[in-house]
């Protein structure tokens, strides 16, 4: 038996991009701020995942499709949350956690 180490590579490559997304998420919720977050990093980040989804869906790859995907819904959660105007937010936040 031979490890696939592009496997495993490609297996924890993905794993942490779509982690990397939850911290920020979840602060934003319980802090109800987007503060200090930039909308052109989020609205470029969302534009890459939705192009690597596209590429991923067009090469039939669900390695790249899946994890992709999510990273996408992250970003566009984020890049939604720092676009509203910031009572809204809050609004939202409330509805996601309303014990924070």
Known sequence: MTIDWIAIAGTIG???????FTPQA???IHTRSTKGLSLGMF???TLAFA????????????ALIIPNAIC???AL???WMIALPRHH???VAEKLDPTA
């Open 14 to 20: 993905a794993c942490a991009s779509v982690a990397s």
């Open 26 to 28: 979840w602060k934003i």
């Open 43 to 45: 609205a470029l980040t």
């Open 51 to 62: 192009a690597w989804t596209t590429f991923g869906l067009l090469k039939g790859e669900w």
């Open 72 to 74: 996408l819904c992250f």
């Open 77 to 79: 959660f984020i890049l």
């Open 89 to 91: 937010t809050e609004k």
